[in-house]
């Protein structure tokens, strides 16, 4: 079982910039992908950005061009940088990690973005 650790997260005025990190205890295991989901309430869980282990970036097209996300191979970690956040952009951000079989979750951190 993989463990994650999340952090960063809070509350921003719009255009305002937040960090989230999200560390994995996954050992030297590859190839992997780690990115973010968030989920607005009421609504389906949404794919933020990804990265593989040979790095690899994927994002979803309303964050392009606002959102970097970057990581690091040991540990496996995963960072993404939140910039000219939109009211919109308000949800709980989950961590993710697979690898294989292997499927794990961190615990979620909200943004909350304040026009």
């Known amino acids: 079982q993989v463990q994650l650790v999340e952090s960063g997260g809070g509350l921003v005025q719009a255009g305002g910039s937040l960090t989230l990190s999200c560390a994995a205890s996954?050992?030297?295991?590859?190839?992997?992908?780690m990115g973010w989901y968030r989920q607005e309430p009421g609504k389906q869980l949404e794919l933020v950005a990804s990265?593989?282990?040979?790095?690899?970036?994927n994002y979803v097209d309303s964050v392009k061009g606002r959102f970097t996300i970057s990581g690091d191979n040991v540990p496996s970690s995963v960072f993404l940088q939140m910039d000219s956040l939109k009211p919109e952009d308000t949800a709980v951000y989950y961590c993710?990690?697979?690898?294989?079989?292997?499927?794990?979750w961190g615990q979620g951190t909200q943004v909350t973005v304040s026009s």
């Open positions: 996954a050992g030297r295991l590859r190839p992997y992908t």
């Open positions: 993710y990690f697979m690898s294989l079989a292997i499927e794990s």
């Open positions: 990265l593989t282990s040979d790095g690899t970036s």
